[in-house]
């Protein structure tokens, strides 16, 4: 990333992932996180999970997965890591001038909680999944109330898990016909109806896409807005339908870890 872009014009995220949450670990995965970006700092770094697992070295396996493919047998292991001690050395990465703002990602509310107890400085945002079918208002309601950013991963929902077998794609939201009459009234998207949906509830959202027509479209959603007949009728979709449900994917992986439970 050409540094002259950062500040007003980039806004640079990251994540500490699940095997470096030892202290003398995080400084490591940042550094090279930096290294690889060619940035002397991060706008934002968050812990991805609040699952630690064994470390692996970067000269084995970079970047890890779930999996240690390098152990004997290969497999996902648990490392007893506490999250104090991965938020103590994230806070170490402010006062190096690494990072500006630390969160989490995935945290629960009673994560959270927990996290506030200890922590010296509070976590900038809270990255969770919401979207039409998983709308989250309590925690979306807690988080505001101790002034954490809530950001929106998946908002679109279920796309990205068809092929993952996390999700059919009759559980696409941009499908759903409250959205997509909502659409055809305003002369919009489907995808910028759910997008301006989520900011007029003042979560910042982070759609993905490979298509540059569809990027340009993410972008354009504040030339309208929402009634609140509109944004009900779009909360009342909800079904707590969780699409990237780490119980799943760590049972096929042989360590079930439900976290959200």
Known sequence: INAEYMGDELFVTSKLWNTCHARDHVRQACERTLSDLQLEYLDLYLIHWPVPLEFVPFD????AEWINATADPPGMRLAKVPIRETWEAMEGLVDAGLARHIGVSN????????????????????????HPYFTQPEAVRFLQSQNIVVTAYSVLGASSYVEMGMATPSESA??????????????KTAAQVILRWALQRGIVVIPKTKSVDRLKQNLAVDDFSLDVAEVDAINNLNKNRRF???????????CFTPVFH
């Open 60 to 63: 084995e396996e970079y970047p």
């Open 107 to 130: 945290f629960n509310c009673l994560a959270v909680l927990d996290l506030l107890t200890y922590a010296r400085i509070q976590p900038a945002v809270n990255q969770i999944e919401i």
């Open 174 to 187: 941009l499908d759903d016909v409250v959205i997509t009459g909502i659409a055809k009234q305003h002369g």
């Open 244 to 254: 990237c449900d780490i119980a799943f994917f760590t049972d096929q992986m042989g």
